[in-house]
């Protein structure tokens, strides 16, 4: 069962590659899915307990949880609130990953700009990804990406909301202020670490 939205007027084209080629772009949501794919499933493996890193974040651990809003929605049936809660299969984080950049005709650079500063937050936190935190945490980055380098063209609520239904205008303020504080408002991604980690996705 499809976890996400349709929009419910399409446009008469899809939104164009930006300015790369299709191929790359496919390339890095491949890549990127893969990335989360990993680390949700190291995670998964490797959790006995609350990892001790979530401990000293745990208010900020628990806005990017997803897990209370998935069981008390009403609007959502069983086997849907089970996949949710399951950690996902690569093919399903790839869609989700299309979809939203689809719905906010993202560049391809900015994802590249995003995946930087998760990794940047992932890192400085030593959280782990987990089923119940993926999709809030991409949001987050994204948003965070697009408001620095292309506002003009920033994902809206709207549009989150046709990507994942579960995140409302107030939260997404709230994660977005949640990411910044957690990486230190360090939201500079100097030209080497953007040319180095394109190197590693196209090759």
Request: aromatic share 10%.
């Amino acid at each position: 069962m499809c976890m996400l939205k349709s929009l419910q007027s399409k446009p008469d084209s899809p939104p164009d590659c930006t300015e790369r080629p299709c191929s790359e772009r496919k390339l890095i949501i491949k890549y990127f899915a893969q990335y989360l794919c990993s680390h949700m499933q190291e995670g998964f493996d490797n959790a006995t307990e609350l990892p001790i890193q979530e401990l000293f974040f745990e208010k900020e651990a628990e806005i990017f949880s997803e897990i209370n809003a998935i069981v008390d929605d009403q609007d959502i049936d069983f086997e849907t609130k089970v996949q949710l809660l399951s950690v996902p299969k690569r093919k399903a984080v790839q869609g989700f990953l299309k979809d939203l950049f689809s719905f906010s005709n993202v560049q391809s650079e900015i994802i590249i700009y995003q995946f930087i500063l998760l990794k940047r937050l992932l890192n400085l936190t030593k959280w782990s990804l987990r089923a119940t935190n993926w999709r809030s945490l991409v949001i987050a980055s994204l948003q965070l990406a697009q408001k620095i380098e292309d506002d003009e063209n920033r994902l809206t609520a709207k549009q989150v909301n046709y990507a994942y239904p579960l995140l409302d205008r107030d939260i997404l303020i709230r994660l977005e202020t949640s990411f910044l504080t957690l990486i230190d408002y360090n939201v500079i991604v100097r030209s080497r670490e953007f040319k180095e980690q394109l190197m590693d996705v196209l090759l």
